[in-house]
């Protein structure tokens, strides 16, 4: 799993086997901006998880921008 960029935001995936936790860091203009947490099963975590925290996280931030 690499970077993903998407309205600006570069998310980066970070997580543990061993704890089952991941981190979605996440950058605008080269800077760090926020962190989410979240736990996962298995050997990595679900892309599709992956996908839904960005896309709610740049539909929260987007929306009401005209």
Known sequence: ????EHEGYI???????????G???IYRDGELIEEIEFAFCGEKPDEQQ???LVSEYVEQKTSGRC
């Open 1 to 4: 799993m690499g970077a993903i």
């Open 11 to 21: 998310f980066e995936i970070e997580y543990s086997v061993l704890l089952q936790k």
């Open 23 to 25: 981190a979605l860091h």
């Open 50 to 52: 992956i996908e839904a």
